[in-house]
C-alpha cells in the first residue's frame, strides 16, 4: 500500500509543476485544465513507481511516460493539427518521465537498503 501511495504523491507533484508550466507558458489554467494535469500525472506517477519494468528507472520512467502520453500528442499534434505542440509536449513527457523514474529509483533503493523512505 505505502509503494502505491509514494506513486501517487510523485506523479501530484509532476502534476503540480505541469500546471505551473502552464500559467508560465499563459494557458488559461481552467478547473478542467488543472484537473486533467494533476489527475494524469498522478497516474504516470503511480504506474512508474508500482509497476515492475525490466528495465533501468530513468529508462522506465521515460518510456512509461512516453507511452502514457502518447493520446495527448496524438489528439493535439495530429487531430487538431496544433503541431507546434509536438516539441513541447515530447520534452515535458521526458524531463517529467526522466525526473518520475529517477526519484521512484532512488527511493526504491533506499527501501531494499532497509532505509526508510522520505514519504
Do not use: Y
Request: with cysteine.
Amino acid at each position: 500500500m505505502k509503494n502505491h501511495l509514494i506513486g501517487l504523491i510523485l506523479g501530484l507533484v509532476i502534476g503540480v509543476i505541469d500546471c505551473g508550466l502552464f500559467a508560465a507558458s499563459g494557458m488559461p489554467l481552467t478547473p478542467p485544465v488543472i484537473i486533467s494535469a494533476l489527475v494524469f500525472w498522478t497516474a504516470v506517477g503511480w504506474v512508474i513507481h508500482s509497476v515492475t519494468i525490466p528495465l533501468p528507472s530513468i529508462l522506465k520512467g521515460l518510456v512509461v511516460s512516453l507511452f502514457l502520453n502518447t493520446p495527448w500528442i496524438i489528439e493535439f499534434v495530429f487531430v487538431q493539427e496544433l503541431s507546434d505542440m509536438l516539441i513541447p509536449m515530447l520534452s515535458v513527457a521526458t524531463i517529467f518521465g526522466v525526473l518520475l523514474g529517477l526519484t521512484s529509483g532512488i527511493i526504491n533503493k533506499k527501501s531494499d537498503r532497509g532505509v526508510e523512505a522520505p514519504i
